[in-house]
């Protein structure tokens, strides 16, 4: 007997023959050694979708969404490591996700006091993925998407809560194409409140079992999935407020079955990219500093991905109940461009977010659509302010019971017109510069300029930083998307006059500029499958 120690295998040499080569051949295809793909092993893109397992557990016993296991993804090229909990999905079945944020070979092992949930191992080879936006980041005061390094002004609609589009992704399908492509909004703003525990019921006193709702958790991951597949995001409020209920606050902040849900949240939705979340609304009535300080923490403590969490303060101020949120989030009633300044010079090592909702409605302090127009341009102009909207007019109401998605706009080319001109062109660079002119503007290093004016019959441009001459377009920004074309300007002052007042802007378009990306249909996004 011969052993082949490099195979493990053996074979035994028998009389000569037909039978006896035959046989030698056949224990030698057997035999020769090979690279098999393991029962975990997955290939998958950068950014997204991301990729799923899915074990079967039949042993546990006691509440399940309290069973912990992690999963610890190795990149082999960089030594880059990213710990993701396990979560429960029904019945005997865990899940765990992950994201490529590099493309080549990560290899991954669970850990668990539990059995049959530790030791799971396997390698995911990740391929890069052009033009995916990753994860939310920021350089300085601009908020920026990883994978595509795009700098961009977020500007949220209105949106129901989960139980609005569980199960129903032609509804969130209809919703992108009418709100993100034929309005411009970069996605969707959806409150949470109780509902993490109940799909149907925002409050807690009617919550008896503050366990996770797995289909609260399925909608938003149908809706997150999708959202970011048509190149937008989704903001979430995690909670209210306490005078309705919204809050953990009955089960104790940060307690047992809070932090439950925070490590279901960071488990499940973690590795999806598209996202950022906002504590909730009149924070300063029932939260304080040292609480937010906690929820920040714990969560970003158990995120393996990066997700920007922020809380707003009080009603009209500038301060923050908690300093060390991703971002600075504020309660301004009807900011204007100076107030939009002022809110990014006080806190300018990070990007800010304006998180009242501006509604057209009935409320004193409600927008009116000439407002909301001029709003979005205030927010941009400034350097780039978050902001939510809605329109609840003409039969809308207010979005509480989750039930109520808002209405359209009567103009939406105006919020169109808005997106249209600053895709490609808000970069990451641009600083306001309005000594330059008599309306509003923003430079880049590159000397292309941004100039903006309202009720203008002509706008003065000062281009004497320019070391050559540049192609301008303009814009009437009351209008469908057009660019009217209005020369070369060579370096030093000018005035553009208009051919009739209105609201105009003003591109001095820096050498190789991309023209902006028309409005296209959401592709159809699928949540992937287990397996």
Known sequence: MKTRASTNCTYRRRASGFLTGCLFLFTLFLC???????????????????LEWSIQNSSVSGNP???????????QQTGEKRVTGMFYDGSDTWKFRFAGTQPGTWTFKSTSGDPELNGISGTVTIQENPGVHGFVTHDGEKWMRQGTNQAFVPQYIMYAGPAYFHSKPEKIDADIQTFMVEHGFTGFHVP????????????????????????????????????????????????????????PAKWG?????????????AARLGPLPGWTMGYGYDLWEWVN?????????YMQEHMAWDHYLGARAGKNQLNQIYEGMDYSSYEQHKPDYQKYVE?????????????????????SKDYSFTETRRGLWHAAMA????????????GCDEIYSGLVAPCTYPNPEWIRTNTTFFDKRFTRDLVRANGLTDGYALKG???????????????RMDLSGMSEPRPAVAVDTLKPYKEIAIGTYAPGVHQWEAPYASDWAISIESTGTAAPSPPAPPAEVKIIEAG
């Not at 500093?289 to 923490?297: P, T």
């Not at 290093?445 to 002509?458: G, L, M, T, W």
Request: with cysteine.
């Open 32 to 50: 020769i050694p090979a690279t098999h793909a393991g029962p975990y092993d997955k290939t998958g893109t950068q950014w997204a979708p991301y």
């Open 65 to 75: 969404f309290d069973l912990i296991a992690t999963v610890a993804f190795t990149h």
């Open 192 to 247: 949470i409140m109780c509902m993490w525990f109940d799909i149907n019921n925002e409050r807690s006193d009617a919550i008896s079992r503050p366990d996770p709702d797995l289909r609260t958790f399925e909608a938003l991951d149908l809706l997150i999935t999708k959202v970011h597949k048509a190149g937008g995001l989704v903001h979430l409020w995690a909670w209210g407020d306490e005078s309705r209920k919204q809050t």
């Open 253 to 265: 902040i940060n307690g047992v079955e809070d932090k439950r849900l925070q490590r279901y949240i």
């Open 289 to 297: 500093e040292s609480q937010l300080a906690n929820w920040h923490s």
């Open 343 to 363: 809110t990014i010079t006080r806190r300018p090592s990070k990007p800010s977010f304006s998180e009242d909702r501006f509604r057209i409605g009935g409320s």
């Open 383 to 394: 350097g780039g302010v978050a902001n939510i909207w809605g329109n609840l007019s003409g």
């Open 445 to 459: 290093n590159s000397n292309n300029y941004i100039f903006y004016k309202e009720n203008a019959q002509s706008i």
